[in-house]
């Protein structure tokens, strides 16, 4: 056996093996990927001369041909006809109203402070390392919008009853709902019971007096029908008896929480009331980018809150809330958002209580958001579904509520396992706000091929221009919102080494 193993075994020394290739640096990592075989160099070489090719006529075009200055479309004519470099002093004359719109020149500076304001409210939320989260979400999401809205358009509206009572109607259902979850209160004391009751009437009074003509009366120099005026009252009766019960057995500092909805409803009924000595600036002077941004940030911030709700009440053992819930997710995810869009511009008001209107920005506002919820819901719900049953289980075994479990337990999983659905569904909400163009909104893109028709500089090489431009800028928010999802998906993944 020695013998023969013996055969196999070096008796002298051998000759040094050559260098294997380098793997590594730029070279070796090109002859790697590129040039391992044959065949991958014939590809690398074609797709290098396509991709050559490509980069040159895109740089002849963008750049070396393009035309950057000028005050009218001669500066950009061709001599003889044809197709020139790309007309950038189209894009420097019209930049302003791409922007814009037609806002008057002289309040454009509350524009940007509007934009100022989301800049520095969005980084205090989104850069993981500026304290203070708590407070920056309070303004972002329930100062901001109270404060850009007033900015925009002057402020100084005209609350009719009807509004009046809806806006109480939904504070009074947070407070009692808030109030009715404390241990020490619950929702089986009498008073809590009536404030319910209450709230269940001045709904049902709102929803008749769409159908039911009755007559008007003026009470605190609001104009009530008789039926929004019994919404209003039943609404400050049951929010009454909430603040009597947090005011009864809460310390100051609870029951001052406890009572934060009413307050900020008559905040918000104040401010946007008030005289700021500001110049009304009508919704149908937005457009551009201002109105993009204002219809793609409104509809996010209303679809992930209203997708969750409708998420959980998908999932709810209650057959009404479930079926109330599918019904409006396949009703809205069944028909194009076009479609929506019209419903949402013509049909909106004729569902709205007596005295309650809204301009055409915000029913295409409230359209979108609604059908952005629709698919949102799904998203959340897969992730919902992800969650192991365990989870529910030791919620439930630490005698948390319902609400408690979600909040802390299931929702923050959840949410988390589908953050590239949710961004997926913000993109798509940021893309599909062009659609708005055809309900008579210049967002950015209708303003840029608005601007195509403008005599002054109409050419052969304008639109492909103007298109460039609105494309860049879409996909700039785009980007940026996929590598944001992508970093905060790194850093809550759990499992994830460092």
Known sequence: MQEQVARFVATDEKP????????????????????????????????????????????????????????DREACLVEGGGHGGACWAFINAKFGQFIYGVYPIAERWRVNLSFALLAILAAGILIPKVPYKAINAVLLFAVFPVVTLVLLTGGRFAFSGGELALVFLIAGALTVSGVAARPDVTSSRIEMRIAVWLLVAGAAAMLLSNVVSAGSVTFLDFRFSILTLVAFLA???????????????????????????????????????????????????????????????????????????????????????????????????????????FMANFMLPLFMPEGVSFNQLLRAVVGVALFAAAYMAEVIRGGLQAIPKGQYEGADAMALTYWQKMRLVILPQALKLVIPGIVNTFIGLFKDTSLVYIIGLADLLGTVRRGFNDPTWITPSTPATGLIFAAFVFWLFCFSMSRYSIFMERRLDTGHKR
């Open 16 to 71: 040094a093996l050559p260098p294997p290739p380098g793997d590594h640096g730029f070279f070796g990592t090109v002859r790697k990927n590129l040039f391992a075989t044959p065949i991958d160099s014939v590809l690398s070489i074609i797709a290098g001369i396509f991709i050559a090719w490509g980069v040159w006529n895109i740089l002849e075009w963008a750049i070396f041909d393009a035309v950057f200055t000028g005050s």
């Open 235 to 341: 609404s400050l009766a049951a929010v009454a008896l909430a603040a009597y019960m947090a005011i009864t057995v809460s310390a100051a500092t609870e029951w001052f929480k406890l009572l934060t909805p009413v307050i900020a409803a008559i905040l918000f009924v104040w401010v946007m009331t008030a005289n700021f000595g500001l110049r009304p600036v009508p919704t149908n002077l937005w457009g551009g980018l201002m109105l993009t941004l204002v219809v793609a940030l409104s509809g996010i911030a209303a679809s992930l809150p209203l997708g969750i709700l409708l998420a959980l009440g998908r999932r709810s053992d209650m057959p009404a809330v479930k079926l109330i819930c599918v019904v409006f997710i396949e009703f809205w995810r069944g028909v194009p958002l076009i479609t929506v869009l």
